[in-house]
């Protein structure tokens, strides 16, 4: 499977259907305590939107800080989610709570030492084993939910991808995707603040973000398979 490519912070239908049409392979929508969060009732509208227009939509992905399963599992129903990205301080005895498939985010702070950061993500390796679930890492910024921005250590992210598939996310834009990719070797991509102007999304750095992700990540495939052929 190639690099799967992952669009965030989804606040319209049209922010999910110029996603679809970009290629990305999965869409967010947080329903978090944040300025880009949604609810319910119009996420439900957005992703029928997004089904009737496009024959093939991507899995839409519902994003939750610390909320109780039960308000997890509510709002998963109603709006017809595929996924639910768990993005707080969760514990695994909570993941196997939620009925969707699941993508978890560990957050990764400055001090982290590399040996601190495998032992974090050994506990959701374990859970995906059993479940089926994705991993997703970030740097961890005080205050914010999510990595506003930041770009994590490549070279702490690339040891850890030695050894676990996650998707990576922080401080990724199309011009800062390539040289991610081909430092870190990532499962997957995430972007979210990166492809917006003035807080919206715009078309044109969506589609630039997967041409750039998918360019990069041919290329090193391509490098793999010659290097292997020789």
Not at 64 to 89: C, I, K, S, Y
Not at 111 to 124: I, P
Not at 198 to 225: E, I, M, W
Request: hydrophobic residues 45%.
């Amino acid at each position: 499977m190639g690099l799967v490519i992952k669009l965030c912070g989804n606040r319209s239908s049209t922010d999910l259907i110029n996603a679809a049409n970009a290629g990305a392979d999965l869409l967010g929508v947080i329903f978090a305590d944040a300025w880009r969060r949604v609810s319910v009732q119009h996420a439900r509208e957005m992703v029928s939107a997004l089904r009737g227009e496009t024959d093939h939509a991507p899995p839409v992905v519902g994003v939750f800080v610390d909320q109780p399963a039960e308000e997890v599992n509510r709002a998963a129903a109603e709006v017809g989610l595929d996924m639910v990205q768990l993005h707080g301080t969760e514990p695994p005895e909570y993941w196997g709570l939620i009925d969707r498939p699941l993508i978890i985010a560990r957050r990764m702070s400055a001090g982290m030492t590399a040996d601190e950061a495998e032992e974090e993500l050994s506990r959701v390796a374990e859970f995906m084993q059993r479940a089926g679930a994705l991993s997703l890492i970030e740097p961890h910024v005080e205050g914010e939910p999510g990595g506003a921005g930041v770009a994590i250590d490549f070279s702490l992210a690339e040891r850890l991808a030695r050894r676990y598939s996650f998707i990576l996310a922080g401080g990724l834009n199309p011009e800062t995707v390539a040289p991610a990719i081909q430092a870190v070797r990532p499962w997957g991509v995430d972007v979210s603040s990166g492809v917006e102007t003035n807080r919206v999304k715009d078309p044109f750095k969506v589609g630039q973000f997967v041409y750039q992700a998918r360019r990069a990540s041919t290329a090193h495939a391509s490098a793999s398979l010659k290097g292997a052929s020789q």
